[in-house]
Antibody, heavy 112, light 109 residues
Framework: EVQLVESGGGLVQPGGSLRLSCAAS???????MKWARQAPGKGLDWVSI???????FYADSVRGRFTISRDNSRNTLYLQMTSLRSEDTAVYYC???????WGQGIQVTVSS | QAVVTQEPSLIVSPGGTVTLTCGSS?????????PYWIQQKPGQAHRTLIY???SKHSWTPARFSGSLIGGKAALTLSGAQPEDEAEYFC?????????FGGGTKLTVL
C-alpha cells in the first residue's frame, strides 16, 4: 500500500527556516515527486517538483528560498524552506507521480 | 508566472452534463501543458481524476473525461451524481513549472 506521511511543520517566525519531510512506503521516492500547498480557505498552490533524473523546478514564489531533495536510502522526500514569509503559511502536501497519491498534509504557520 | 483561469462556479442537474474549462494567460492550452484535473471535497483527501490531458487513474469514474476544447483544457462530466459536488482544480505545466487554476466549485442541483 502506498503511503506518504509529512512531518516537520509548525510555527516559525518570518525569516526563519523549516525542513519538511515526506516519508514514503509502498514505492520508491526516486520517482517523480511533488510538493503543493493550500492556504486556509484558498486554492491549491504548486510548489516544486523533482523528476526521476534529479531535475528540479520551483514556483516563482519560492524559487531561491525552497529546495526539494530526497534520500533514497531513507525513502524520504524533503522540502527545505528558508527566508519564510507570512504568505508561505499553508498546509503542505507531498505527492507521488501524476499526483496519484497525496500525503495527509502538514501545517506550516509563519508568524511573529 | 502564467495565470490559469477557471470558472469560479458551475451548476449541473443530477444526470446532466457539464464542462469545466481551464485557460492560460499565455495563449492556447496544448498537450504540452500536461493538463491535470484534481477533485477536492471538504474534509477529504485530494483526488486526481485526469492527467496529461486525457489520462485517467484507476479510480477515475468513467463519467469524467478530459480534452482540449477551443484552446482550453476541459473536464467533462457526463451523468452528474450528487457525490460529484466538489471543487475542481486544473493544473498546467510551463517548462517544468506547474500553475494551478483558482478552482471551480461545482454544485449538483
Amino acid at each position: 500500500e502506498v503511503q506518504l506521511v509529512e512531518s516537520g511543520g509548525g510555527l516559525v517566525q518570518p525569516g526563519g527556516s523549516l525542513r519538511l519531510s515526506c516519508a514514503a512506503s509502498g514505492f520508491s521516492v526516486s520517482t517523480l515527486m511533488k510538493w503543493a500547498r493550500q492556504a486556509p480557505g484558498k486554492g491549491l498552490d504548486w510548489v516544486s517538483i523533482i523528476f526521476d533524473d534529479g531535475r528540479t523546478f520551483y514556483a516563482d514564489s519560492v524559487r531561491g528560498r525552497f529546495t526539494i531533495s530526497r534520500d533514497n536510502s531513507r525513502n524520504t522526500l524533503y522540502l527545505q524552506m528558508t527566508s519564510l514569509r507570512s504568505e508561505d503559511t499553508a498546509v503542505y502536501y507531498c505527492a507521488r507521480g501524476h499526483f496519484a497519491d497525496w500525503g495527509q498534509g502538514i501545517q506550516v504557520t509563519v508568524s511573529s | 508566472q502564467a495565470v490559469v483561469t477557471q470558472e469560479p462556479s458551475l451548476i449541473v442537474s443530477p444526470g446532466g452534463t457539464v464542462t469545466l474549462t481551464c485557460g492560460s494567460s499565455t495563449g492556447a492550452v496544448t498537450n504540452g501543458h500536461y493538463p491535470y484535473w484534481i477533485q477536492q471535497k471538504p474534509g477529504q483527501a485530494h483526488r486526481t481524476l485526469i492527467y496529461d490531458t486525457t489520462s485517467k487513474h484507476s479510480w477515475t469514474p468513467a463519467r469524467f473525461s478530459g480534452s482540449l476544447i477551443g484552446g482550453k483544457a476541459a473536464l467533462t462530466l457526463s451523468g452528474a451524481q450528487p457525490e460529484d459536488e466538489a471543487e475542481y482544480f486544473c493544473l498546467l505545466y510551463y517548462s517544468g513549472v506547474g500553475v494551478f487554476g483558482g478552482g471551480t466549485k461545482l454544485t449538483v442541483l
